[in-house]
C-alpha cells in the first residue's frame, strides 16, 4: 500500500509548514495547505481500500484483525504518553511556580477560567459521550441497527456541541497561548485534546454513514 509513505509526507509537509508559518516564512502557508490536502486525501483512499479489503475481498481473517485492534491499543498507548508530558508540564509548574511568575499558581497576572463553568459542561458533554458511542457500540454486536443509528447521531450531537463550546470558551478566555506558561499549557493541552475531538468526530461520521 502506498498510503502510509503518503501519510508521512503529508504529516512532515504539515509539521514543517506549521512551524513556517507560524513563524512568517514565505512559503510556510502553501507548505501547510498542502499537508493538510494530503492528510485529508489519505484519510479518504486509505479508508476506501480498507472497506474494500473487508466487505469486497475478504481479508480481514482473524490474524489481520487481531493486528488492527493491537495497532490500535498501542496507537491508544502512544496518545496517553503524549497528553502525559502537557499534565507533567503543568504539574511542574503549578505544585512548585518559580518566582518569574509570581512564586504562585496561577501566575500573578492571570485571570483563570471557573472550571464550574464552560468546562464542567464540556466534561458532562464528553463523558455523555463516550456512553451514547458505548451503547451504539454494543447495538452494532447485537445487530439493532435502528438503536445503533439514534446512539451515533447522539454521539456526534454531542461532539459537535463540544467543540462549539471549546471554540466559544477560547474565543471569550481572559488570556492568551503567549501568556506564559499558563497559557502554553493550557492551550496546548486543551487545542491537542479538541483536535483529537474533531478527529473522532470525522471518525464517527463516516462509521454513521457506513452503518446508514
Request: aromatic letters at 18%.
Amino acid at each position: 500500500s502506498p498510503w502510509p509513505l503518503v501519510a508521512a509526507l503529508g504529516g512532515l509537509s504539515l509539521t514543517f509548514g506549521g512551524v513556517l508559518f507560524m513563524h512568517n516564512y514565505e512559503g510556510g502557508g502553501e507548505l501547510l495547505c498542502l499537508g493538510v490536502i494530503t492528510i485529508l486525501y489519505v484519510m479518504f483512499t486509505w479508508w476506501r481500500d480498507i472497506i474494500r479489503e473487508a466487505l469486497f475481498e475478504g481479508q480481514h481473517t482473524i490474524a489481520v484483525q487481531q493486528g488492527l485492534r493491537m495497532g490500535m491499543i498501542l496507537f491508544i498507548v502512544s496518545e496517553v504518553m503524549f497528553f502525559f508530558a502537557f499534565f507533567w508540564a503543568f504539574f511542574t509548574s503549578s505544585i512548585s511556580p518559580v518566582f518569574n511568575i509570581g512564586g504562585v499558581w496561577p501566575p500573578t497576572h492571570i485571570v483563570a477560567i471557573s472550571p464550574w463553568g464552560l468546562p464542567f459542561v464540556n466534561t458532562i458533554l464528553l463523558l455523555s459521550s463516550g456512553a451514547s458511542v458505548t451503547w451504539a457500540h454494543h447495538a452494532i454486536v447485537a445487530g439493532f441497527k435502528k438503536e445503533a443509528m439514534i446512539g451515533l447521531y447522539v454521539t456526534l450531537m454531542f461532539a459537535v456541541a463540544f467543540t462549539a463550546m471549546q471554540a466559544f470558551e477560547y474565543s471569550s478566555a481572559p488570556f492568551s497561548m503567549s501568556d506564559g506558561v499558563y497559557g502554553s499549557v493550557f492551550y496546548m493541552a486543551t487545542g491537542f485534546h479538541g483536535f483529537h475531538v474533531i478527529i473522532g468526530t470525522i471518525f464517527l461520521a463516516i462509521c454513521t454513514i457506513r452503518l446508514y
